[in-house]
């Protein structure tokens, strides 16, 4: 059997942690450039086990996600499916509102509902 007809798919690399995908397909180019070469065994060995875990990695944090809870006395629960949907669909969001909210609290864990923690970190700002 080839080394380029046991390969790991564009797709499978899709389900990596958002850090590994621009290694991991760089391997994986790398890998289809120099096919036939005596090394491309060794480095699909090591492509296919940094790809395994990272998706281990990634169904790990899946498992442990703790169920969100959002108070029905913060008023930013009122409006958790409108920010959710921003955040899908914009790079960048910029949230305001009074003190006490829940903006600091509550926005992580929308995130989360999204699966924004599962490949990546959740990292928000607060001015002060």
Known sequence: MKVLDSLPTPQQIDQCLLS???RLRGRLRALRHD???AA???G???LIRQLSESIELVQRRRALLPPPEFPA???ISARRKE???LIQR????VLCGETGS???TQLPKICLTLERGIYGRIGHTQPR
Request: aromatic residues 0%.
């Open 73 to 75: 006395a913060l008023p």
């Open 102 to 104: 829940g903006k600091s």
């Open 35 to 37: 096919s036939g070469k």
């Open 90 to 93: 914009h790079q960048v969001v």
């Open 83 to 85: 920010i959710a949907e």
């Open 20 to 22: 590994d995908r621009p």
């Open 44 to 46: 699909r060995e090591r």
């Open 40 to 42: 491309d065994e060794a």
